[in-house]
């Protein structure tokens, strides 16, 4: 007996998805940045899209294409334009996964020429940028789910673990750095998945479209029983 079901599982389901770094402003010629290569971010919009959802990926300045047509992509430049792209789009969501490299510090101010150099010293100072996952966290309602990402280079868990409880996160993927293959701009990726009740799932070093599946399996099973 053939019956017919769709294999998609995120049918109906809308994801927002952070990628890449961001960029600070310290004059118009130069910024703050990091070497994300928005990999990670594209690959899990692409396999959120293939289950069925309707993706908003909203990412910071990076070299890469969307190509399926689920895919809302938004793009921005600074913390605070990817704070506020994500303060829009996450109350109609199900769920958000946090993969961006977000600065942490901006210059507190920006120059509006650009700063001509001077023999000696020469110092910007910083202040914070807007935690993005912990802003979601505090609007997350009960049926809305919200991952984040950690990487860590020493008590790699416990620091995850303690990210994850601050943010309110469902859960947290810990990016491992013991792998010269896993990280910025490489193509794979190893993690570690850390649950709310303790449960870490760990993973092979693989594709990052490979660990796209990984997670996005994960956050099928967290949508499907609440
Ligand atoms: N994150 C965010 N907004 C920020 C900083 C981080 O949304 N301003 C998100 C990241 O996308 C990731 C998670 O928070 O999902 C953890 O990022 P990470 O840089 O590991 O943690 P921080 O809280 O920034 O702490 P630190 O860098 O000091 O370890
Ligand atoms: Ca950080």
Do not use: W
Not at 86 to 113: G, N, S, W
């Amino acid at each position: 007996v053939a019956f017919f079901h769709s294999k998609k599982k995120l049918l109906n389901k809308k994801v927002l998805v952070t990628a890449g770094p961001t960029y600070e402003k310290i004059d118009p010629v130069r910024f703050i940045g990091n070497y994300s290569s928005g990999k990670m971010g594209f690959a899990l919009a692409e396999e959120l899209a293939k289950e069925g959802a309707e993706v908003t990926l909203v990412t910071g300045p990076v070299h890469l294409k969307t190509t399926h047509p689920n895919i809302h992509r938004v793009d921005v430049e600074s913390a605070m334009e990817m704070h506020n792209a994500c303060l829009e789009h996450f109350p109609a969501t199900d769920a958000a996964i946090m993969c961006a490299a977000v600065a942490d510090y901006r210059p507190k101010e920006q120059a509006d020429r650009k700063i001509k150099r001077k023999a000696g010293e020469m110092n910007i100072e910083l202040q914070a940028t807007e935690d993005i996952a912990a802003a979601l966290g505090q609007l997350k309602t009960p049926s809305q789910r919200l991952v984040g990402f950690a990487l860590e280079t020493n008590d790699e868990k416990q620091n995850a673990l303690a990210k994850m409880q601050k943010k309110n996160l469902d859960f947290i993927v810990l990016n491992s750095l013991q792998d010269n293959g896993a990280g910025f701009g490489v193509d794979t990726n190893k993690i570690t998945i850390l649950s709310k009740d303790n449960n870490a799932q760990e993973f092979e070093l693989k594709q990052k479209t490979e660990v796209a599946v990984d997670i996005v399996k994960k956050l099928i099973g967290e949508l499907t029983n609440d």
